[in-house]
Protein backbone atom coordinates (compact mmCIF):
# COMPACT_ATOMS: atom_id res chain seq x y z
CA UNK A 1 0.00 0.00 0.00
CA UNK A 2 1.94 3.48 -1.34
CA UNK A 3 1.36 6.18 0.77
CA UNK A 4 -0.82 8.59 -0.21
CA UNK A 5 1.11 11.45 2.14
CA UNK A 6 4.14 12.82 2.27
CA UNK A 7 6.43 15.28 3.41
CA UNK A 8 9.15 18.19 2.80
CA UNK A 9 11.19 20.19 4.82
CA UNK A 10 12.29 23.76 5.09
CA UNK A 11 15.50 24.30 3.11
CA UNK A 12 18.43 23.94 5.09
CA UNK A 13 20.03 27.90 5.87
CA UNK A 14 16.09 29.05 5.76
CA UNK A 15 14.78 30.12 8.84
CA UNK A 16 10.85 28.86 8.48
CA UNK A 17 8.18 31.27 9.84
CA UNK A 18 5.75 28.68 11.15
CA UNK A 19 6.58 25.03 10.38
CA UNK A 20 9.73 22.86 9.54
CA UNK A 21 8.03 20.72 7.81
CA UNK A 22 4.46 19.92 5.66
CA UNK A 23 2.83 17.17 4.87
CA UNK A 24 1.11 17.17 1.59
CA UNK A 25 -1.56 14.73 -0.12
CA UNK A 26 -1.16 13.08 -2.94
CA UNK A 27 -2.36 15.98 -5.46
CA UNK A 28 0.16 17.84 -3.65
CA UNK A 29 -2.50 19.82 -1.65
CA UNK A 30 -0.97 20.85 2.04
CA UNK A 31 -2.93 18.19 4.77
CA UNK A 32 -3.07 20.53 8.25
CA UNK A 33 -3.37 17.84 10.84
CA UNK A 34 -0.44 15.64 10.41
CA UNK A 35 1.60 19.34 9.64
CA UNK A 36 0.48 20.67 12.92
CA UNK A 37 0.73 17.64 14.84
CA UNK A 38 4.56 16.92 13.87
CA UNK A 39 5.16 21.01 14.67
CA UNK A 40 3.78 19.84 18.10
CA UNK A 41 5.55 17.39 19.08
CA UNK A 42 8.65 18.62 18.41
CA UNK A 43 8.20 20.54 21.88
CA UNK A 44 7.48 17.03 23.24
CA UNK A 45 9.69 14.17 21.74
CA UNK A 46 12.95 14.13 19.67
CA UNK A 47 13.02 15.12 16.34
CA UNK A 48 13.90 11.60 15.07
CA UNK A 49 11.04 10.41 17.31
CA UNK A 50 8.55 12.85 15.59
CA UNK A 51 9.62 12.22 12.50
CA UNK A 52 9.43 8.39 13.45
CA UNK A 53 4.99 8.86 14.36
CA UNK A 54 4.50 10.73 11.45
CA UNK A 55 5.82 8.33 8.82
CA UNK A 56 3.91 5.16 10.84
CA UNK A 57 0.67 7.82 10.89
CA UNK A 58 1.01 7.80 6.65
CA UNK A 59 0.24 4.30 6.72
CA UNK A 60 -3.29 4.57 8.71
CA UNK A 61 -3.70 7.61 7.55
CA UNK A 62 -3.47 6.53 3.78
CA UNK A 63 -5.60 2.92 4.44
CA UNK A 64 -8.45 5.61 6.42
CA UNK A 65 -8.75 7.53 3.25
CA UNK A 66 -9.09 4.10 0.72
CA UNK A 67 -10.48 1.31 2.70
CA UNK A 68 -12.06 1.98 6.06
CA UNK A 69 -16.14 2.12 6.85
CA UNK A 70 -17.98 2.71 9.15
CA UNK A 71 -22.26 2.35 8.30
CA UNK A 72 -21.44 2.82 4.68
CA UNK A 73 -19.25 5.87 4.92
CA UNK A 74 -15.53 6.37 4.64
CA UNK A 75 -14.08 7.32 8.33
CA UNK A 76 -12.31 10.86 9.21
CA UNK A 77 -9.73 11.16 11.35
CA UNK A 78 -12.00 13.69 13.13
CA UNK A 79 -14.59 11.53 13.41
CA UNK A 80 -16.45 10.82 16.66
CA UNK A 81 -14.37 8.32 18.99
CA UNK A 82 -16.46 5.48 18.10
CA UNK A 83 -16.20 5.23 14.62
CA UNK A 84 -12.56 6.29 15.06
CA UNK A 85 -12.13 2.86 17.10
CA UNK A 86 -13.62 0.92 14.40
CA UNK A 87 -11.35 2.12 12.28
CA UNK A 88 -8.03 1.03 14.35
CA UNK A 89 -9.92 -2.13 15.00
CA UNK A 90 -10.24 -2.82 11.36
CA UNK A 91 -7.08 -1.65 10.72
CA UNK A 92 -5.55 -4.02 12.89
CA UNK A 93 -7.06 -6.60 12.08
CA UNK A 94 -6.87 -6.51 8.15
CA UNK A 95 -3.37 -4.75 7.96
CA UNK A 96 -1.48 -6.07 11.07
CA UNK A 97 -2.69 -9.12 11.16
CA UNK A 98 -3.93 -8.70 14.80
CA UNK A 99 -6.38 -10.22 16.92
CA UNK A 100 -8.36 -7.90 18.94
CA UNK A 101 -11.45 -9.02 21.28
CA UNK A 102 -12.94 -6.51 23.82
CA UNK A 103 -12.74 -7.05 27.44
CA UNK A 104 -15.07 -8.41 30.09
CA UNK A 105 -16.82 -4.93 30.71
CA UNK A 106 -15.91 -3.79 26.88
CA UNK A 107 -14.66 -0.82 27.91
CA UNK A 108 -11.38 -1.51 25.96
CA UNK A 109 -9.85 -3.85 23.69
CA UNK A 110 -7.52 -6.47 23.87
CA UNK A 111 -4.72 -6.87 21.03
CA UNK A 112 -2.64 -10.31 20.60
CA UNK A 113 0.02 -9.89 18.09
CA UNK A 114 0.08 -13.22 15.49
CA UNK A 115 3.43 -14.38 13.73
CA UNK A 116 2.13 -12.24 10.44
CA UNK A 117 2.37 -8.97 12.95
CA UNK A 118 4.50 -6.68 11.87
CA UNK A 119 6.51 -5.73 15.16
CA UNK A 120 5.67 -1.23 14.68
CA UNK A 121 1.77 -2.25 16.15
CA UNK A 122 2.74 -0.76 19.19
CA UNK A 123 4.57 2.03 17.82
CA UNK A 124 1.44 3.23 16.00
CA UNK A 125 -1.06 2.85 18.25
CA UNK A 126 1.58 5.05 20.62
CA UNK A 127 1.55 7.50 17.35
CA UNK A 128 -2.38 7.85 17.34
CA UNK A 129 -2.64 8.64 20.98
CA UNK A 130 0.07 11.04 20.80
CA UNK A 131 -1.73 12.35 17.82
CA UNK A 132 -5.09 13.11 19.30
CA UNK A 133 -3.78 14.16 22.49
CA UNK A 134 -2.40 17.05 20.42
CA UNK A 135 -5.38 17.53 18.39
CA UNK A 136 -7.55 17.57 21.41
CA UNK A 137 -5.16 20.51 23.21
CA UNK A 138 -5.49 22.66 20.08
CA UNK A 139 -8.73 22.04 19.91
CA UNK A 140 -8.87 20.51 16.55
CA UNK A 141 -10.60 17.83 17.87
CA UNK A 142 -13.48 18.19 19.86
CA UNK A 143 -14.11 14.71 21.26
CA UNK A 144 -11.91 12.57 24.20
CA UNK A 145 -9.18 10.57 22.87
CA UNK A 146 -10.57 7.52 21.19
CA UNK A 147 -6.91 5.93 22.40
CA UNK A 148 -7.69 6.52 25.91
CA UNK A 149 -9.72 3.85 27.88
CA UNK A 150 -11.58 6.32 30.39
CA UNK A 151 -12.78 3.75 32.87
CA UNK A 152 -9.34 2.87 33.58
CA UNK A 153 -8.00 6.02 34.60
CA UNK A 154 -11.65 6.37 36.98
CA UNK A 155 -10.79 3.22 38.32
CA UNK A 156 -7.66 4.19 39.00
CA UNK A 157 -8.44 7.39 40.64
CA UNK A 158 -10.68 5.77 43.34
CA UNK A 159 -8.63 2.95 44.11
CA UNK A 160 -6.01 5.75 45.34
CA UNK A 161 -8.78 8.19 46.79
CA UNK A 162 -10.88 5.30 49.00
CA UNK A 163 -9.88 4.60 52.49
CA UNK A 164 -11.34 1.99 55.27
CA UNK A 165 -13.49 4.76 56.12
CA UNK A 166 -16.86 4.98 54.26
CA UNK A 167 -17.60 7.99 52.39
CA UNK A 168 -14.35 9.49 53.51
CA UNK A 169 -10.86 9.54 51.72
CA UNK A 170 -8.08 7.58 52.73
CA UNK A 171 -5.31 8.63 55.26
CA UNK A 172 -1.72 9.61 54.11
CA UNK A 173 0.71 6.90 54.67
CA UNK A 174 2.49 8.68 56.98
CA UNK A 175 -0.69 8.49 59.87
CA UNK A 176 -0.10 4.66 60.11
CA UNK A 177 -3.62 3.82 60.07
CA UNK A 178 -4.22 2.39 57.13
CA UNK A 179 -3.08 -0.36 55.11
CA UNK A 180 -0.57 1.25 52.11
CA UNK A 181 -1.45 0.58 48.87
CA UNK A 182 0.76 -2.02 47.30
CA UNK A 183 3.77 -1.06 44.79
CA UNK A 184 2.49 -2.10 41.59
CA UNK A 185 5.43 -3.55 39.43
CA UNK A 186 4.44 -1.48 36.35
CA UNK A 187 1.81 1.38 35.79
CA UNK A 188 -1.62 0.44 34.47
CA UNK A 189 -1.69 1.29 31.01
CA UNK A 190 -4.60 3.67 30.22
CA UNK A 191 -4.68 2.61 26.67
CA UNK A 192 -8.15 1.48 24.90
CA UNK A 193 -5.91 -0.72 23.14
CA UNK A 194 -4.21 -2.89 24.79
CA UNK A 195 -1.45 -5.13 23.48
CA UNK A 196 -1.30 -8.38 26.08
CA UNK A 197 1.23 -9.88 24.38
CA UNK A 198 4.77 -9.42 22.33
CA UNK A 199 6.56 -8.13 24.96
CA UNK A 200 9.63 -6.33 23.37
CA UNK A 201 12.99 -8.48 23.86
CA UNK A 202 16.33 -7.54 23.17
CA UNK A 203 17.31 -9.71 19.67
CA UNK A 204 20.60 -11.65 20.94
CA UNK A 205 23.07 -12.23 17.43
CA UNK A 206 26.59 -14.14 18.67
CA UNK A 207 27.59 -14.36 15.13
CA UNK A 208 31.68 -13.07 15.23
CA UNK A 209 31.87 -12.96 12.14
CA UNK A 210 29.20 -10.61 11.22
CA UNK A 211 30.39 -6.93 11.00
CA UNK A 212 33.27 -8.68 8.57
CA UNK A 213 30.37 -10.30 6.61
CA UNK A 214 28.78 -6.68 5.97
CA UNK A 215 32.28 -5.00 5.33
CA UNK A 216 32.71 -7.44 2.82
CA UNK A 217 29.18 -7.24 0.93
CA UNK A 218 29.64 -3.06 1.26
CA UNK A 219 33.58 -3.79 -0.34
CA UNK A 220 31.70 -5.64 -3.39
CA UNK A 221 29.32 -3.22 -3.72
CA UNK A 222 31.46 -0.80 -3.98
CA UNK A 223 30.05 1.51 -1.13
CA UNK A 224 31.89 5.11 0.13
CA UNK A 225 34.72 5.46 2.38
CA UNK A 226 31.90 6.99 4.39
CA UNK A 227 29.39 4.61 5.12
CA UNK A 228 32.04 2.02 5.81
CA UNK A 229 33.34 4.00 8.67
CA UNK A 230 29.77 4.33 10.03
CA UNK A 231 29.22 0.39 9.90
CA UNK A 232 32.25 -0.19 11.40
CA UNK A 233 31.60 2.76 14.34
CA UNK A 234 28.08 1.27 14.83
CA UNK A 235 29.74 -2.48 15.29
CA UNK A 236 32.19 -0.95 17.90
CA UNK A 237 30.44 1.24 19.56
CA UNK A 238 26.99 -0.24 20.24
CA UNK A 239 25.83 3.42 19.42
CA UNK A 240 22.05 3.97 17.48
CA UNK A 241 23.00 5.42 14.03
CA UNK A 242 22.15 8.68 14.40
CA UNK A 243 24.26 8.93 17.15
CA UNK A 244 27.28 8.16 14.70
CA UNK A 245 26.02 9.46 11.07
CA UNK A 246 25.30 13.17 12.76
CA UNK A 247 28.76 13.48 14.85
CA UNK A 248 30.84 16.69 14.47
CA UNK A 249 33.86 17.55 14.35
CA UNK A 250 33.23 19.03 17.96
CA UNK A 251 32.54 15.30 19.02
CA UNK A 252 35.73 14.57 18.20
CA UNK A 253 37.59 17.24 19.63
CA UNK A 254 35.85 17.15 22.95
CA UNK A 255 37.69 13.86 24.11
CA UNK A 256 41.56 13.72 25.30
CA UNK A 257 42.14 10.05 23.75
CA UNK A 258 42.03 10.44 20.26
CA UNK A 259 39.61 6.90 19.37
CA UNK A 260 37.00 8.58 21.09
CA UNK A 261 34.06 10.75 20.38
CA UNK A 262 30.65 12.59 22.28
CA UNK A 263 27.66 11.88 21.37
CA UNK A 264 24.15 12.97 22.18
CA UNK A 265 21.70 10.25 23.56
CA UNK A 266 18.23 8.88 23.06
CA UNK A 267 16.29 11.65 24.88
CA UNK A 268 18.86 14.19 25.32
CA UNK A 269 17.33 16.25 23.08
CA UNK A 270 21.32 16.87 21.06
CA UNK A 271 22.98 17.32 24.67
CA UNK A 272 26.33 15.50 24.23
CA UNK A 273 25.40 12.94 27.58
CA UNK A 274 27.67 9.83 26.45
CA UNK A 275 31.25 8.86 24.49
CA UNK A 276 31.96 6.32 21.59
CA UNK A 277 35.20 4.69 21.32
CA UNK A 278 36.55 3.04 18.18
CA UNK A 279 39.81 1.30 16.89
CA UNK A 280 42.88 3.05 15.20
CA UNK A 281 41.85 1.40 12.07
CA UNK A 282 38.59 3.32 11.80
CA UNK A 283 40.43 6.05 12.76
CA UNK A 284 43.07 5.73 9.62
CA UNK A 285 40.00 5.47 7.23
CA UNK A 286 37.89 8.40 8.62
CA UNK A 287 41.37 10.31 7.90
CA UNK A 288 41.41 8.91 4.55
CA UNK A 289 37.59 10.18 4.33
CA UNK A 290 37.91 13.80 5.78
CA UNK A 291 40.84 14.34 3.44
CA UNK A 292 39.80 13.01 0.46
CA UNK A 293 35.86 11.89 -0.37
CA UNK A 294 34.93 14.59 2.13
CA UNK A 295 37.20 17.08 0.62
CA UNK A 296 35.82 17.22 -2.64
CA UNK A 297 32.45 17.14 -1.16
CA UNK A 298 32.92 19.98 1.07
CA UNK A 299 31.74 23.31 -0.36
CA UNK A 300 32.91 25.95 2.67
CA UNK A 301 36.72 26.24 1.37
CA UNK A 302 38.06 26.22 5.19
CA UNK A 303 40.92 24.14 6.38
CA UNK A 304 39.94 20.77 8.97
CA UNK A 305 41.21 22.74 11.90
CA UNK A 306 39.12 26.11 10.45
CA UNK A 307 35.78 23.82 11.24
CA UNK A 308 33.11 25.41 13.77
CA UNK A 309 32.60 22.57 16.31
CA UNK A 310 28.88 22.42 14.98
CA UNK A 311 30.62 21.15 11.39
CA UNK A 312 28.68 17.44 10.62
CA UNK A 313 31.76 14.71 9.98
CA UNK A 314 29.94 13.12 7.80
CA UNK A 315 28.69 14.84 4.02
CA UNK A 316 26.32 13.74 1.15
CA UNK A 317 27.84 14.57 -2.54
CA UNK A 318 26.50 17.95 -2.48
CA UNK A 319 28.30 18.90 0.69
CA UNK A 320 25.23 18.90 2.45
CA UNK A 321 24.68 16.60 6.33
CA UNK A 322 24.48 12.79 5.86
CA UNK A 323 21.32 11.77 6.97
CA UNK A 324 19.67 8.36 8.51
CA UNK A 325 17.50 8.26 5.86
CA UNK A 326 19.88 8.57 3.46
CA UNK A 327 22.57 6.06 5.33
CA UNK A 328 19.25 3.41 5.32
CA UNK A 329 18.73 3.51 1.44
CA UNK A 330 22.52 2.73 0.85
CA UNK A 331 22.61 -0.29 3.88
CA UNK A 332 19.39 -2.15 1.90
CA UNK A 333 21.38 -1.80 -1.07
CA UNK A 334 24.16 -3.36 0.11
CA UNK A 335 22.29 -5.97 2.40
CA UNK A 336 20.12 -7.00 -0.65
CA UNK A 337 22.86 -7.92 -3.04
CA UNK A 338 24.77 -9.54 -0.37
CA UNK A 339 21.29 -11.41 0.46
CA UNK A 340 21.51 -10.59 3.86
CA UNK A 341 18.24 -9.94 6.27
CA UNK A 342 19.39 -7.26 8.60
CA UNK A 343 18.82 -3.84 9.69
CA UNK A 344 20.89 -1.45 11.58
CA UNK A 345 19.78 -1.49 14.84
CA UNK A 346 21.13 -4.91 15.11
CA UNK A 347 24.48 -3.93 14.92
CA UNK A 348 23.76 -2.32 18.63
CA UNK A 349 22.00 -6.12 19.79
CA UNK A 350 25.24 -7.63 18.48
CA UNK A 351 27.45 -5.08 20.47
CA UNK A 352 25.81 -6.36 23.71
CA UNK A 353 26.05 -9.69 23.02
CA UNK A 354 29.30 -9.89 22.16
CA UNK A 355 30.40 -7.59 25.05
CA UNK A 356 28.54 -9.53 27.84
CA UNK A 357 29.75 -12.86 25.90
CA UNK A 358 33.63 -12.23 26.53
CA UNK A 359 32.83 -10.88 30.24
CA UNK A 360 31.57 -14.41 30.74
CA UNK A 361 34.42 -16.06 29.20
CA UNK A 362 37.01 -13.77 30.95
CA UNK A 363 35.02 -13.33 34.60
CA UNK A 364 34.54 -16.96 36.11
CA UNK A 365 33.34 -15.26 39.56
CA UNK A 366 29.71 -14.42 39.59
CA UNK A 367 30.37 -10.79 41.69
CA UNK A 368 33.48 -9.76 39.41
CA UNK A 369 30.99 -10.67 36.17
CA UNK A 370 28.35 -8.58 37.53
CA UNK A 371 30.32 -5.74 37.75
CA UNK A 372 31.16 -5.91 34.52
CA UNK A 373 28.46 -6.05 33.24
CA UNK A 374 26.71 -3.08 35.00
CA UNK A 375 29.96 -1.44 33.73
CA UNK A 376 28.68 -2.10 30.18
CA UNK A 377 24.87 -1.12 31.37
CA UNK A 378 25.98 2.20 32.33
CA UNK A 379 28.75 2.52 29.32
CA UNK A 380 25.04 2.16 26.98
CA UNK A 381 23.50 4.80 29.16
CA UNK A 382 20.55 2.39 30.30
CA UNK A 383 20.96 4.59 33.61
CA UNK A 384 17.99 6.36 33.13
CA UNK A 385 16.90 8.00 37.20
CA UNK A 386 20.44 8.39 37.96
CA UNK A 387 20.95 11.28 41.11
CA UNK A 388 24.04 13.60 41.56
CA UNK A 389 25.68 11.04 43.17
CA UNK A 390 25.68 8.11 40.59
CA UNK A 391 26.24 10.73 38.39
CA UNK A 392 29.98 10.80 39.14
CA UNK A 393 30.09 7.18 39.79
CA UNK A 394 28.50 6.71 35.94
CA UNK A 395 31.43 8.58 34.62
CA UNK A 396 34.51 6.66 36.51
CA UNK A 397 32.74 3.28 35.72
CA UNK A 398 31.83 4.46 31.97
CA UNK A 399 35.89 5.15 32.12
CA UNK A 400 36.73 1.59 33.88
CA UNK A 401 35.03 -0.04 31.58
CA UNK A 402 36.35 1.42 28.30
CA UNK A 403 39.73 0.89 30.07
CA UNK A 404 39.37 -2.54 31.02
CA UNK A 405 36.81 -4.06 28.63
CA UNK A 406 36.41 -1.58 25.47
CA UNK A 407 39.67 -1.97 24.34
CA UNK A 408 39.80 -5.92 24.49
CA UNK A 409 36.80 -6.24 22.86
CA UNK A 410 38.08 -3.95 19.63
CA UNK A 411 41.46 -6.28 19.82
CA UNK A 412 39.38 -9.70 19.70
CA UNK A 413 37.35 -7.59 17.18
CA UNK A 414 40.36 -7.18 15.02
CA UNK A 415 41.76 -10.93 15.20
CA UNK A 416 37.95 -12.42 14.29
CA UNK A 417 38.60 -9.95 11.03
CA UNK A 418 41.53 -11.67 10.80
CA UNK A 419 40.17 -15.08 10.82
CA UNK A 420 37.29 -14.52 8.82
CA UNK A 421 39.25 -12.64 5.72
CA UNK A 422 41.73 -15.98 6.54
CA UNK A 423 38.84 -18.22 5.69
CA UNK A 424 37.77 -16.32 2.47
CA UNK A 425 41.52 -16.66 0.94
CA UNK A 426 41.59 -19.32 -1.42
CA UNK A 427 44.42 -21.60 -1.15
CA UNK A 428 47.14 -21.46 -3.43
CA UNK A 429 48.62 -24.32 -5.07
CA UNK A 430 51.99 -25.30 -3.88
CA UNK A 431 54.04 -24.96 -7.41
CA UNK A 432 52.32 -21.25 -7.68
CA UNK A 433 55.26 -19.30 -7.85
CA UNK A 434 55.22 -16.06 -5.81
CA UNK A 435 54.62 -12.69 -7.24
CA UNK A 436 55.54 -10.43 -4.48
CA UNK A 437 58.68 -8.76 -4.85
CA UNK A 438 61.33 -9.96 -2.06
CA UNK A 439 61.93 -6.81 0.35
CA UNK A 440 59.10 -4.83 -0.05
CA UNK A 441 59.72 -1.66 1.23
CA UNK A 442 56.31 0.58 2.84
CA UNK A 443 57.09 3.82 2.91
CA UNK A 444 54.47 6.65 4.26
CA UNK A 445 53.63 9.41 1.98
CA UNK A 446 54.41 12.89 2.72
CA UNK A 447 49.72 13.22 3.01
CA UNK A 448 49.96 10.37 5.29
CA UNK A 449 52.24 12.08 8.13
CA UNK A 450 50.02 15.23 7.54
CA UNK A 451 47.32 13.26 8.51
CA UNK A 452 49.19 11.77 11.85
CA UNK A 453 50.12 15.31 12.38
CA UNK A 454 46.24 16.60 11.63
CA UNK A 455 44.97 13.95 14.37
CA UNK A 456 48.17 14.91 16.98
CA UNK A 457 46.99 18.37 16.28
CA UNK A 458 43.73 18.20 17.14
CA UNK A 459 43.84 16.38 20.27
CA UNK A 460 46.79 18.39 21.85
Given amino acids: MSSYYYHVKCPEGVIPKKYQLIVLDKLSKPFLPLTVFYKEALGRISDSSAESYLKAL ?94 AILEEHQAQKEGVREGKPRMPKEAGTEEPLPKRSRRLTDSFFKIINGEWKPQVIDNPHLPFMIYEAGRVSNWKLRDEIITRML ?85 NPYTYDAFLKNWKTVMEKAEIKINIHKTRHWFVTRSI ?92 YDLMDFINELNS
Fill in 58 to 151: YRFFTWLRTDSNYQGRTIHWDDEPQAVRVAIEDFLINESYCKVTSSDHKTYYNVSLTNKSPNTVRHLLSALKSFYKIMIHLKMYPYPNPLIDAH
Fill in 235 to 319: FQTGARAREVIELTFGDYRARHDKGEFTTFNKGSHGKRTKFLKVDNDTLKLLDRYIYRERKKADKSGLNINDFPDGTPLFLNQYG
Fill in 357 to 448: RMIREQYKDKAAQDQAIERLRLYMNWSAKADTMKVYEHYVDEKDYVAEQHDRLLEKMKKEQEEYLNQQKPRKRATQPSVEPENKIIQMSEKE
